[in-house]
């Protein structure tokens, strides 16, 4: 992309891959990330282990056993 003198360019993206466990992030800021639309409820689910419910709140007892299976899987 050409960008000329007086011009400017912006790119935003989803952000970069982060670091730590992502089974151990506060499930409280997933749902903010989702809220937020940075990351979808599937994807809270699949990446974070984090279960969504009725209003987009935080299925404490679901999100647990979700993140038990996913820490036995080697």
Do not use: H, K, N, W
């Amino acid at each position: 992309m050409r960008v000329m003198a007086g011009e400017r360019f912006a790119c935003v993206g989803p952000a970069g891959g982060g670091y730590g466990d992502p089974l151990r992030r506060d499930p409280g800021r997933v749902r903010e990330d989702v809220a937020d639309g940075l990351i979808t409820a599937d994807a809270a689910r699949r990446d974070y282990g984090v279960a969504l419910g009725e209003g987009g709140l935080v299925d404490e007892a679901e999100t647990a056993q979700l993140r038990s299976a996913m820490r036995a899987v080697p």
